[in-house]
């Protein structure tokens, strides 16, 4: 309680977070009695001024003061700024935010922190105790650290204040009163055991989010922001965060697995393909994961070193081996295995897996087919040949959707009918169970086609490149209905996790690739993303593998990334 020889040199100017309250007490003789203040609120803020009458309009105050804060449900600083006066506010001031940054709009956040009845229980929860990890982290420069404590909070003396100890992010600062000797230390976040929840949050941090530690911890560095230290780091991910990326995964992995054993018909279509952790043939790690073709789920990671095989070429079968172990080791058959070209896979497949019908993704046998297309374009005298790229990759695509998965003999007779189609025929191919083309007829640009002419170079090469015998084979074994498209975007994921330009430990890599998986999991069914008015939304991209060409893709929502 304040003396009423005290009321009359206070004023008080509440803003939405705090109560400041600054109080004068010079020297007044027993008897005097003091104005009683004339106390107007307008618009949530309270001026308290003299009677009318004087010449000035502020109230005049002394050299010797002290200032008392009233914490309302955030910390503020203490105003220990000497002042010879305090203006009055106008009675319709309000805050005025035109002075923010405008370039800061997007980061600037104001919260109300009204204090109402109705709001009182809202207050009532954001007091409450939160747990360390969905606790708000600031960034506070040392001065404004230590302008907290530069008065008492016993007898509002001066104090004598410094920097006790850093640990990483941790910081302890000493408060020491000058005139009643009350000292206490105030500790910057809370300990979780004996580590600074801040520094085993900041390691979390970095591996969660895929980010490498030592370009974190250098641009920390640069901003002179206190941290932990590389060596923290890595004692932080060897004791905790691989473990909890471990237990996280097989949670995960065991409910995908059970929701496939509830299915009715029990079939597993996957696709697998493998990646290595460097370019070239000198790779230390391989990774291979399944992919469950029908609900775009990763079910299984399995990380081979090359150590543990003949070389790095061997990688993959080892990875595709191990995955199928897994799956049978759940009670779980493959009924189809789409992949990729791999000769040793291709032949562990047709001996190991004869109950597994082994498909080829079509979209690895046109990207061959179109690496050899521009470099026979490239000879002389069959640069015609590269006007028809595109439409051969298109009749591949074409042959694989358009016909029933089993039959491969149809397959194959369709895609022979390419090098009848390039030389301008349509009726009587060779093979029986494809004799025409199913095109309408041709009219207009497609009447003025650069037909090849039979016995030229160009068109002899091309149909020798068309009809090799290991190509009709790939043809045969194409997947009608499935591709490992989705495999490729899952890698693109591990490439942000795990980039192959740095070099992992064999538990720091498997954890990533861990993250990968657990980011593409939750993220694979995304929905389009739409306009305001419900409109679905699209993009225009012109990939490189498109030489030029343009394609339109659907904009997806926002990933969550774990929240």
Same mark, same amino acid.
């Given at each position: 309680?304040?003396?009423?020889?005290?009321?009359?040199?206070?004023?008080?100017?509440?803003? !939405?977070?705090?109560?400041?309250?600054?109080?004068?007490?010079?020297?007044?003789?027993?008897?005097?009695?003091?104005?009683?203040?004339?106390?107007?609120?307008?618009?949530?803020?309270?001026?308290?001024?003299? =009677?009318?009458?004087?010449?000035?309009?502020?109230?005049?105050?002394?050299?010797?003061?002290?200032?008392?804060?009233?914490?309302?449900?955030?910390?503020?600083?203490?105003?220990?700024?000497? @002042?010879?006066?305090?203006?009055?506010?106008?009675?319709?001031?309000?805050?005025?935010?035109?002075?923010?940054?405008?370039?800061?709009?997007?980061?600037?956040?104001?919260?109300?922190?009204?204090?109402?009845?109705? /709001?009182?229980?809202?207050?009532? /929860?954001?007091?409450?105790?939160?747990?360390?990890?969905?606790? @708000?982290?600031?960034?506070?420069?040392?001065?404004?650290?230590?302008?907290?404590? +530069?008065?008492?909070?016993?007898?509002?003396?001066?104090?004598? =204040?410094?920097?006790?100890?850093?640990?990483?992010?941790?910081?302890?600062?000493?408060?020491?009163? *000058?005139?009643?000797?009350?000292?206490?230390?105030?500790?910057?976040?809370?300990?979780?055991?004996?580590?600074?929840?801040?520094?085993?949050?900041?390691?979390?941090?970095?591996?969660?989010?895929?980010?490498?530690?030592?370009?974190?911890? &250098? %641009? $920390?560095?640069?901003?002179?922001?206190?941290?932990?230290?590389?060596?923290?780091?890595?004692?932080?991910?060897?004791?905790?965060?691989?473990?909890?990326?471990?237990? @996280?995964?097989?949670?995960?992995?065991? $409910?995908?697995?059970?929701?496939?054993?509830?299915?009715?018909?029990?079939?597993?279509?996957?696709?697998?393909?493998?990646?290595?952790?460097?370019?070239?043939?000198?790779?230390?790690?391989?990774?291979? !994961?399944?992919? +469950?073709?029908?609900?775009?789920?990763?079910?299984?990671?399995?990380?081979?070193?090359?150590?543990?095989?003949?070389?790095?070429?061997?990688?993959?079968?080892?990875?595709?081996?191990?995955?199928? +172990?897994?799956?049978?080791?759940?009670?779980?058959?493959?009924?189809?295995?789409?992949?990729?070209?791999?000769?040793?896979?291709?032949?562990?497949? &047709?001996?190991?897996?004869?109950?597994?019908?082994?498909? *080829?993704?079509?979209?690895?046998?046109?990207?061959?087919?179109?690496?050899?297309?521009?470099?026979?374009?490239?000879?002389?005298?069959?640069?015609? %040949?590269?006007?028809? @790229?595109?439409?051969?990759?298109?009749?591949?695509?074409?042959?694989?959707?358009?016909?029933?998965?089993?039959?491969?003999?149809?397959?194959?007779?369709?895609?022979?009918?390419?090098?009848?189609?390039?030389?301008? #025929?349509?009726?009587?191919?060779?093979?029986?169970?494809?004799?025409?083309?199913?095109?309408?007829?041709?009219?207009?640009?497609?009447?003025?086609?650069?037909? *090849?002419?039979?016995?030229? #170079?160009?068109?002899?090469?091309?149909?020798?490149?068309?009809?090799?015998?290991?190509?009709? #084979?790939?043809?045969?074994?194409?997947?009608?209905?499935?591709?490992?498209?989705?495999?490729?975007?899952?890698?693109?994921?591990?490439?942000?996790?795990?980039?192959?330009?740095?070099?992992?430990?064999?538990?720091?890599?498997?954890?990533?690739?861990?993250?990968?998986?657990?980011?593409?999991? /939750?993220?694979?069914?995304?929905?389009?993303?739409?306009?305001?008015?419900?409109?679905?939304?699209?993009?225009?991209?012109?990939?490189?593998?498109?030489?030029?060409?343009?394609?339109?893709?659907?904009?997806?929502?926002?990933?969550?990334?774990?929240?």
């Amino acid at each position: 309680m304040l003396g009423e020889h005290e009321a009359s040199m206070i004023k008080c100017t509440p803003t !939405s977070s705090t109560v400041d309250t600054q109080v004068d007490t010079p020297p007044q003789p027993p008897q005097a009695q003091s104005p009683q203040p004339t106390v107007m609120s307008v618009s949530k803020s309270c001026q308290t001024r003299p =009677k009318r009458g004087g010449r000035s309009k502020g109230v005049q105050v002394g050299p010797k003061y002290h200032t008392v804060t009233r914490d309302v449900g955030v910390q503020c600083s203490m105003d220990m700024s000497p @002042r010879t006066s305090t203006p009055e506010n106008s009675d319709h001031e309000d805050f005025d935010m035109s002075s923010a940054d405008s370039d800061s709009d997007d980061d600037f956040q104001v919260e109300s922190m009204d204090t109402t009845e109705e /709001e009182e229980s809202f207050f009532a /929860e954001d007091m409450a105790p939160q747990p360390v990890n969905k606790q @708000r982290i600031f960034m506070v420069y040392e001065t404004a650290l230590l302008s907290l404590f +530069d008065t008492c909070s016993m007898c509002h003396s001066e104090c004598r =204040k410094f920097v006790r100890t850093i640990v990483g992010t941790c910081v302890t600062v000493r408060q020491m009163c *000058l005139s009643c000797d009350n000292t206490r230390d105030w500790v910057s976040q809370p300990f979780l055991k004996d580590t600074p929840a801040g520094n085993i949050n900041l390691s979390a941090s970095v591996l969660f989010g895929g980010a490498s530690p030592a370009k974190v911890l &250098r %641009v $920390l560095k640069h901003m002179n922001v206190s941290s932990i230290s590389y060596k923290t780091f890595m004692t932080h991910q060897a004791h905790y965060l691989h473990s909890a990326i471990k237990n @996280r995964w097989t949670t995960e992995n065991d $409910l995908i697995i059970n929701s496939i054993k509830r299915r009715p018909s029990k079939q597993l279509i996957v696709g697998g393909d493998g990646r290595s952790d460097s370019p070239g043939h000198s790779a230390k790690y391989g990774s291979y !994961s399944l992919l +469950d073709l029908e609900r775009n789920k990763i079910v299984d990671i399995q990380l081979v070193q090359s150590n543990e095989v003949k070389n790095s070429g061997a990688m993959e079968k080892e990875g595709l081996i191990r995955a199928v +172990d897994y799956i049978r080791s759940k009670g779980l058959n493959i009924t189809r295995l789409v992949t990729d070209r791999h000769v040793q896979i291709r032949k562990w497949a &047709r001996e190991e897996l004869p109950g597994t019908k082994h498909e *080829l993704d079509t979209w690895h046998v046109a990207k061959g087919i179109g690496k050899k297309i521009d470099s026979l374009a490239k000879e002389k005298d069959c640069e015609v %040949v590269g006007k028809w @790229r595109r439409g051969i990759v298109n009749h591949l695509y074409w042959c694989a959707s358009s016909t029933p998965a089993d039959e491969g003999q149809l397959k194959l007779a369709k895609w022979e009918s390419i090098c009848e189609h390039i030389a301008n #025929k349509h009726r009587g191919h060779d093979n029986p169970l494809f004799r025409r083309c199913e095109h309408e007829a041709l009219n207009g640009k497609g009447v003025k086609r650069k037909w *090849l002419k039979r016995n030229t #170079k160009a068109y002899e090469k091309l149909v020798h490149l068309l009809s090799t015998k290991h190509l009709q #084979k790939d043809v045969t074994q194409l997947s009608s209905h499935h591709n490992t498209s989705s495999l490729e975007s899952y890698h693109a994921v591990v490439n942000h996790f795990a980039p192959k330009l740095l070099a992992f430990s064999h538990k720091g890599m498997r954890s990533r690739l861990y993250l990968a998986a657990l980011h593409f999991n /939750e993220n694979s069914g995304r929905a389009q993303a739409t306009t305001r008015t419900g409109e679905a939304q699209y993009s225009v991209t012109t990939p490189k593998y498109k030489k030029g060409g343009h394609v339109v893709k659907k904009l997806l929502v926002d990933c969550t990334y774990g929240k």
